[in-house]
């Protein structure tokens, strides 16, 4: 599928090895794909009809004019296709920049992890 040399085979190869081995964690997956989700923040001020533009397991980076400051709380909406009704999801800001900012995810069922974790996969080997 993807030749040797190819960046997302060595990512996906590595991921692979670092699973195997066991040394990855449910708080810490590095593998983050390309991926366009509707995400609205509803606390702590209610902003909607935003976009993710990458999104893994552990967090994603959402679309966004406004800059938050890090550290800051917020609570997410977000539509995966594979589901009728939103994730709602507690995440604290990591990093933010006017235009972009990146969330991680501290309140998160693990089968919503896996799902978001599918989603990233699924785009890096489309080729996002």
């Known amino acids: ?8 085979h060595d990512e996906i190869l590595d991921l692979a090895n670092r699973a195997t081995a066991n040394l990855l964690s449910d708080s810490h997956r590095p593998l983050r794909g390309p991926a366009e989700l509707e995400v609205d923040i509803l606390a702590p001020e209610e902003m909607a009809s935003l976009a993710t533009s990458t999104v893994s397991a552990g967090g994603l980076s959402i679309r966004i004019a406004e800059v938050i400051p890090a550290g800051t709380q917020v609570d997410l909406s977000i539509r995966v296709p594979q589901r009728k009704v939103p994730l709602l999801v507690q995440a604290q800001v990591i990093w933010s920049r006017p235009g972009e900012l990146g969330v991680a995810f501290v ?13 990233a996969v699924k785009a890096l080997l489309e080729g996002g």
């Open 1 to 8: 599928m993807f030749e040797p040399g190819d960046p997302r």
């Open 107 to 119: 309140d998160l069922y693990q089968n919503d992890r896996e799902l978001l974790e599918g989603l």
